[in-house]
Protein backbone atom coordinates (compact mmCIF):
# COMPACT_ATOMS: atom_id res chain seq x y z
CA UNK A 1 0.00 0.00 0.00
CA UNK A 2 0.94 3.65 -0.81
CA UNK A 3 2.01 5.75 1.64
CA UNK A 4 0.15 9.01 1.25
CA UNK A 5 2.03 12.03 2.00
CA UNK A 6 1.91 15.70 2.47
CA UNK A 7 4.77 18.00 2.44
CA UNK A 8 4.05 21.51 3.83
CA UNK A 9 7.03 24.39 4.35
CA UNK A 10 6.96 27.99 3.80
CA UNK A 11 10.09 27.82 2.09
CA UNK A 12 9.48 26.56 -1.66
CA UNK A 13 13.37 25.39 -2.20
CA UNK A 14 12.69 23.59 1.67
CA UNK A 15 9.30 21.80 0.09
CA UNK A 16 11.22 21.02 -3.25
CA UNK A 17 14.00 19.81 -1.85
CA UNK A 18 12.00 17.31 0.18
CA UNK A 19 9.90 16.31 -2.62
CA UNK A 20 12.73 15.65 -4.75
CA UNK A 21 14.21 13.52 -2.17
CA UNK A 22 10.77 11.92 -1.07
CA UNK A 23 11.00 10.25 -4.91
CA UNK A 24 13.39 7.50 -3.89
CA UNK A 25 10.84 6.19 -1.73
CA UNK A 26 8.60 4.15 -4.19
CA UNK A 27 6.08 3.54 -1.34
CA UNK A 28 5.73 7.44 -0.96
CA UNK A 29 2.88 8.88 -3.06
CA UNK A 30 3.04 12.43 -2.17
CA UNK A 31 -0.05 13.83 -2.74
CA UNK A 32 0.06 17.46 -2.15
CA UNK A 33 2.39 20.52 -1.17
CA UNK A 34 1.14 23.50 1.53
CA UNK A 35 2.78 26.56 2.28
CA UNK A 36 1.62 27.38 5.57
CA UNK A 37 -0.45 25.96 8.30
CA UNK A 38 -4.21 26.85 6.78
CA UNK A 39 -3.18 25.08 4.00
CA UNK A 40 -1.89 22.35 5.46
CA UNK A 41 -5.04 21.70 7.63
CA UNK A 42 -7.58 21.84 4.13
CA UNK A 43 -4.87 19.55 2.64
CA UNK A 44 -5.34 16.87 5.56
CA UNK A 45 -8.84 17.39 5.40
CA UNK A 46 -9.08 16.84 1.66
CA UNK A 47 -6.48 13.81 1.05
CA UNK A 48 -6.72 12.24 4.48
CA UNK A 49 -3.19 11.16 4.37
CA UNK A 50 -1.14 8.83 5.88
CA UNK A 51 1.97 11.32 6.58
CA UNK A 52 2.87 14.71 6.84
CA UNK A 53 6.09 16.01 6.77
CA UNK A 54 5.44 19.49 8.72
CA UNK A 55 7.56 22.14 8.53
CA UNK A 56 7.44 23.57 12.49
CA UNK A 57 8.60 27.12 12.19
CA UNK A 58 5.74 29.10 9.90
CA UNK A 59 4.53 32.66 9.69
CA UNK A 60 0.91 32.83 10.80
CA UNK A 61 -0.18 29.27 12.16
CA UNK A 62 3.14 27.07 12.82
CA UNK A 63 3.19 23.00 12.46
CA UNK A 64 2.33 23.14 16.47
CA UNK A 65 -1.17 25.05 15.65
CA UNK A 66 -1.98 22.61 12.92
CA UNK A 67 -1.96 20.04 15.55
CA UNK A 68 -3.84 22.21 17.91
CA UNK A 69 -6.71 22.90 14.90
CA UNK A 70 -6.86 19.06 13.70
CA UNK A 71 -7.35 18.12 17.20
CA UNK A 72 -9.71 21.02 18.01
CA UNK A 73 -11.94 20.25 14.74
CA UNK A 74 -11.76 16.31 15.35
CA UNK A 75 -10.09 15.58 12.11
CA UNK A 76 -8.24 12.34 11.88
CA UNK A 77 -4.40 13.60 12.83
CA UNK A 78 -1.51 11.75 10.23
CA UNK A 79 1.49 10.53 11.31
CA UNK A 80 3.53 13.56 11.94
CA UNK A 81 7.29 14.69 11.20
CA UNK A 82 8.47 17.78 11.80
CA UNK A 83 10.72 19.38 9.57
CA UNK A 84 13.45 22.02 11.53
CA UNK A 85 15.98 23.81 12.14
CA UNK A 86 15.14 23.95 16.09
CA UNK A 87 17.96 23.79 18.85
CA UNK A 88 19.03 21.28 20.74
CA UNK A 89 16.17 21.19 23.79
CA UNK A 90 13.18 20.78 20.84
CA UNK A 91 15.18 17.54 19.40
CA UNK A 92 15.76 16.24 22.82
CA UNK A 93 11.72 16.87 23.60
CA UNK A 94 10.63 15.38 20.41
CA UNK A 95 12.48 11.98 21.07
CA UNK A 96 11.57 11.74 24.66
CA UNK A 97 7.95 11.88 23.07
CA UNK A 98 8.58 9.41 20.52
CA UNK A 99 7.37 12.13 17.73
CA UNK A 100 10.04 11.97 14.45
CA UNK A 101 11.37 14.84 13.14
CA UNK A 102 14.18 15.97 10.16
CA UNK A 103 16.73 18.68 10.07
CA UNK A 104 17.00 21.26 8.05
CA UNK A 105 19.27 21.07 5.50
CA UNK A 106 17.38 17.17 4.91
CA UNK A 107 19.65 14.04 5.11
CA UNK A 108 18.50 11.27 2.84
CA UNK A 109 19.72 8.53 5.24
CA UNK A 110 17.28 10.43 8.00
CA UNK A 111 14.41 10.39 5.34
CA UNK A 112 14.40 7.16 5.22
CA UNK A 113 14.26 6.60 8.82
CA UNK A 114 11.75 8.45 9.35
CA UNK A 115 9.43 6.89 6.49
CA UNK A 116 9.99 3.63 8.06
CA UNK A 117 9.48 4.24 11.81
CA UNK A 118 6.14 5.97 9.97
CA UNK A 119 5.32 2.90 8.06
CA UNK A 120 5.50 0.89 10.85
CA UNK A 121 3.14 2.94 13.05
CA UNK A 122 0.94 3.13 10.04
CA UNK A 123 1.11 -0.32 9.67
CA UNK A 124 -0.12 -0.95 13.63
CA UNK A 125 -2.64 1.88 13.26
CA UNK A 126 -1.13 4.11 15.98
CA UNK A 127 -2.54 7.18 17.06
CA UNK A 128 -0.15 9.99 16.86
CA UNK A 129 -2.29 12.38 19.16
CA UNK A 130 -0.86 11.83 22.68
CA UNK A 131 2.77 11.89 21.91
CA UNK A 132 1.76 15.08 19.74
CA UNK A 133 -0.08 16.86 22.42
CA UNK A 134 2.81 16.32 24.78
CA UNK A 135 5.81 17.60 23.35
CA UNK A 136 3.68 20.45 22.32
CA UNK A 137 3.11 21.08 26.11
CA UNK A 138 6.34 20.46 26.74
CA UNK A 139 7.56 22.69 24.49
CA UNK A 140 4.97 25.62 25.00
CA UNK A 141 5.87 25.61 28.39
CA UNK A 142 9.46 26.19 27.97
CA UNK A 143 8.60 28.86 25.88
CA UNK A 144 6.28 30.78 28.30
CA UNK A 145 8.30 33.13 30.25
CA UNK A 146 8.05 32.69 33.90
CA UNK A 147 5.44 34.32 35.64
CA UNK A 148 6.18 36.18 39.08
CA UNK A 149 4.95 34.53 42.12
CA UNK A 150 1.17 34.77 43.17
CA UNK A 151 1.32 36.39 46.75
CA UNK A 152 -1.60 35.75 48.94
CA UNK A 153 -2.84 37.20 52.32
CA UNK A 154 -3.89 35.87 55.05
CA UNK A 155 -5.37 37.01 58.29
CA UNK A 156 -4.37 34.41 60.86
CA UNK A 157 -3.80 35.19 64.74
CA UNK A 158 -4.77 38.79 64.67
CA UNK A 159 -2.10 39.28 61.80
CA UNK A 160 -1.57 39.95 57.95
CA UNK A 161 0.54 37.27 56.52
CA UNK A 162 1.79 37.20 53.36
CA UNK A 163 2.76 33.83 51.55
CA UNK A 164 3.96 32.94 48.09
CA UNK A 165 1.31 30.80 46.39
CA UNK A 166 2.75 27.39 46.32
CA UNK A 167 2.95 27.61 50.46
CA UNK A 168 -0.82 26.98 50.01
CA UNK A 169 -1.86 23.47 50.43
CA UNK A 170 -5.58 23.84 50.21
CA UNK A 171 -8.36 26.41 50.13
CA UNK A 172 -11.65 25.63 51.49
CA UNK A 173 -14.78 27.31 51.71
CA UNK A 174 -17.57 27.49 54.10
CA UNK A 175 -20.12 29.87 54.56
CA UNK A 176 -18.61 32.35 52.40
CA UNK A 177 -15.31 32.63 54.33
CA UNK A 178 -12.23 30.96 52.31
CA UNK A 179 -9.94 29.43 54.61
CA UNK A 180 -6.11 28.56 53.56
CA UNK A 181 -4.39 26.40 54.87
CA UNK A 182 -0.43 25.80 54.42
CA UNK A 183 2.12 23.10 56.33
CA UNK A 184 2.23 25.41 59.26
CA UNK A 185 -1.10 27.29 59.50
CA UNK A 186 -3.99 28.06 58.46
CA UNK A 187 -6.24 31.49 57.87
CA UNK A 188 -8.92 33.72 55.93
CA UNK A 189 -8.37 34.61 52.71
CA UNK A 190 -9.69 38.04 51.33
CA UNK A 191 -10.87 36.37 47.98
CA UNK A 192 -14.41 36.02 48.14
CA UNK A 193 -14.91 32.79 45.57
CA UNK A 194 -13.01 29.88 44.84
CA UNK A 195 -13.43 31.39 41.58
CA UNK A 196 -11.55 34.05 42.58
CA UNK A 197 -8.82 32.87 43.90
CA UNK A 198 -8.31 29.81 41.31
CA UNK A 199 -8.21 33.02 38.55
CA UNK A 200 -4.88 34.07 39.47
CA UNK A 201 -3.14 30.95 40.65
CA UNK A 202 -1.14 28.14 38.18
CA UNK A 203 -4.17 26.61 36.18
CA UNK A 204 -1.61 23.04 35.95
CA UNK A 205 -0.60 22.97 39.97
CA UNK A 206 -4.28 24.38 41.62
CA UNK A 207 -7.41 22.33 41.06
CA UNK A 208 -10.47 22.45 41.57
CA UNK A 209 -11.11 19.17 43.78
CA UNK A 210 -14.38 20.03 44.88
CA UNK A 211 -17.13 22.67 44.40
CA UNK A 212 -15.47 23.50 48.13
CA UNK A 213 -11.70 23.05 47.94
CA UNK A 214 -8.86 24.25 45.70
CA UNK A 215 -6.02 21.82 45.94
CA UNK A 216 -2.04 22.14 45.64
CA UNK A 217 -1.45 19.09 43.42
CA UNK A 218 2.22 19.42 44.35
CA UNK A 219 0.89 19.22 48.26
CA UNK A 220 -1.29 15.96 47.98
CA UNK A 221 0.21 13.60 50.30
CA UNK A 222 -2.29 10.60 50.08
CA UNK A 223 -5.25 9.31 47.83
CA UNK A 224 -6.93 7.20 49.55
CA UNK A 225 -9.96 5.38 48.22
CA UNK A 226 -13.49 6.20 49.31
CA UNK A 227 -17.09 4.69 48.75
CA UNK A 228 -18.42 4.47 45.71
CA UNK A 229 -15.32 4.38 43.77
CA UNK A 230 -14.45 7.95 45.16
CA UNK A 231 -11.57 9.34 46.86
CA UNK A 232 -10.20 11.24 49.67
CA UNK A 233 -7.06 13.20 49.34
CA UNK A 234 -4.68 13.60 52.69
CA UNK A 235 -2.88 16.82 52.56
CA UNK A 236 0.30 18.02 53.38
CA UNK A 237 -1.13 20.34 55.91
CA UNK A 238 -0.49 20.65 59.54
CA UNK A 239 -3.52 18.58 60.32
CA UNK A 240 -3.13 16.17 57.47
CA UNK A 241 -6.39 17.26 56.44
CA UNK A 242 -8.76 14.97 54.15
CA UNK A 243 -10.30 16.44 51.01
CA UNK A 244 -13.29 14.79 49.38
CA UNK A 245 -12.75 14.72 45.82
CA UNK A 246 -16.12 14.79 43.75
CA UNK A 247 -17.52 12.28 41.74
CA UNK A 248 -17.46 14.87 38.61
CA UNK A 249 -13.40 15.25 39.24
CA UNK A 250 -12.58 11.42 39.98
CA UNK A 251 -11.51 11.10 36.14
CA UNK A 252 -9.34 14.25 36.28
CA UNK A 253 -7.61 12.80 39.69
CA UNK A 254 -6.36 9.65 37.59
CA UNK A 255 -5.27 11.92 34.75
CA UNK A 256 -3.32 14.10 37.17
CA UNK A 257 -1.92 10.99 39.17
CA UNK A 258 -1.77 9.06 36.60
CA UNK A 259 -4.02 6.24 39.04
Known sequence: MPINTLIVDDEKPARDELAFLLKSFPEVHVVGQGKNGLEA???IKEHQPDL???????????GFGVIKKLVDRKLKVPQIVFATAYDNYAVQAFEVHAVDYVLKPFDKARVARAIQRAKK???ADASPIERLENVIHQLSAQARPAAPPVKLVVRAQNRMLLLDANQM???RIEDGVITI?????????NYRTLEELQ???DPDVFWRAHRSYLVNINQIKEVVPW???TF???MADRKQSEVPVSRAQTRRLRELLKL
Do not use: Y
Open 41 to 43: IAL
Open 52 to 62: VFLDVQMPGLN
Open 121 to 123: LIE
Open 169 to 171: VFA
Open 181 to 189: FTPEFEGTS
Open 199 to 201: SQL
Open 227 to 229: FKS
Open 232 to 234: LLR
